[in-house]
């Protein structure tokens, strides 16, 4: 069994972190299945992948755009946006955000005059003990 060395892969591929960041992709997807160029030699994935980058027997522009879609979040599609939909009505969306602190604002006064009557009844923590500061229990 051969050793894979980074300088054998590093000729192929610009710089180190890509390199660990294809041949892991790489192994990833032989793990999940894909076929190997090359003979396995009773490698690991990791190992196979390597060996695979050194020997050019996989597209390196397959791999990176795969590499890459898998990394994304957020996948761009290429549809039309269609008239009415989402982010196409802004002005409306705007009118309402406008009108909502006006709202937001009567409701906050309605609820402070609820809170207030609710505590009103309860004894404060210095009238139960006499007036005398709670006294703190624990080690110190």
Do not use: W, Y
């Not at 597209?59 to 879609?69: T, W």
Request: hydrophobic content about 35%.
């Amino acid at each position: 069994m051969a050793r894979v060395t980074v300088e054998d892969c590093i000729d192929k591929v610009d710089n180190r972190f890509d390199l660990v960041l294809l041949a892991s992709h790489r192994a990833r997807m032989i793990s999940s299945g894909s076929q190997i160029t090359i003979e396995r030699d009773n490698d690991k994935n990791p190992v196979v992948a390597l060996r695979e980058i050194a020997d050019t027997t996989v597209d390196f522009d397959a791999l990176s755009n795969s590499l890459v879609q898998g990394l994304r979040k957020h996948v761009e599609t290429e549809e039309p946006v269609e008239e009415g939909s989402f982010g196409t009505g802004d002005t409306d969306i705007l009118r309402e955000l406008s009108q909502a602190p006006e709202e937001a604002a009567g409701d906050v006064e309605e609820e402070g005059d609820d809170i207030e009557g609710e505590f009103e009844d309860e004894p404060l923590a210095e009238e139960e003990n006499d007036g005398a500061p709670p006294v703190e229990s624990g080690e110190g």
